[in-house]
C-alpha cells in the first residue's frame, strides 16, 4: 500500500507540489496501480515464449549491399526543401 507519507515522499522527489486532497487521491491510485502490478506479477510464465510483439508480424528483410556508386553532396541536398548554400535551411528552434 502506498500511504501518505510515501506520496509526500514521491512528491518532494519529483519537485511536485500536491495539496492534501491530491495527496489522499494519488495514494489510493497508486496503491490500486501496485495490486494490478502484484496480480500481474502472480501469473506464471514458465512455458511461454518471449514474444517482440503480442502479434505475429511478418518481417521483410532484404539483403544489405555495399553499392559502388558514391553520392554526392548536391545529390543530397536537391530534395531538402530549402537550403542555404550546401547546408539544409530548417526552423529556428528556441
Known sequence: MIDEAKVKTIAHLAQLK?????IQKYSGQLSKIISYFN????????????????????????????GEKMVTREELLENAPERVGSLIKVPPVV
Not at 18 to 22: A, F
Not at 44 to 66: K, Q
Request: charged letters at 35%.
Open 18 to 22: 500536491l495539496s492534501e486532497h491530491e
Open 39 to 66: 496480480q500481474i506479477e502472480e501469473v506464471s510464465t514458465d512455458n511461454l515464449e518471449p514474444m517482440v510483439t503480442p502479434t505475429e508480424v511478418a518481417y521483410r528483410r532484404r539483403e544489405d549491399i555495399v
